[in-house]
């Protein structure tokens, strides 16, 4: 898969501002109640990031949908 490809399928990638906006316009489309987040599928990505990521989802994504 290229990253062209995921951009065009499931995968949200983008700052937290992007990552809202998309899940956004994906529950009003579907309607969804929660998300199931991989954020490092494949193992490839340094353990810092994968922890800055989860800080942005929880910190800056999350609070927007309660």
């Known amino acids: ?3 062209e490809d995921a951009l065009r399928g499931n995968v949200l990638v983008g700052t937290p501002d992007s990552v809202s906006a998309k899940l956004m316009r994906l529950r009003d ?5 929660g998300i199931l987040a991989e954020l490092n599928c494949g193992g490839l990505i ?3 990031r994968v922890l800055n990521a989860i800080r942005l989802l929880c910190q800056e994504v999350m609070p927007r949908f309660r």
Do not use: N, Q, R
């Not at 489309?29 to 109640?33: L, R």
């Open 1 to 3: 898969m290229t990253y």
């Open 29 to 33: 489309k579907v309607g969804f109640e």
């Open 46 to 48: 340094p353990h810092d």
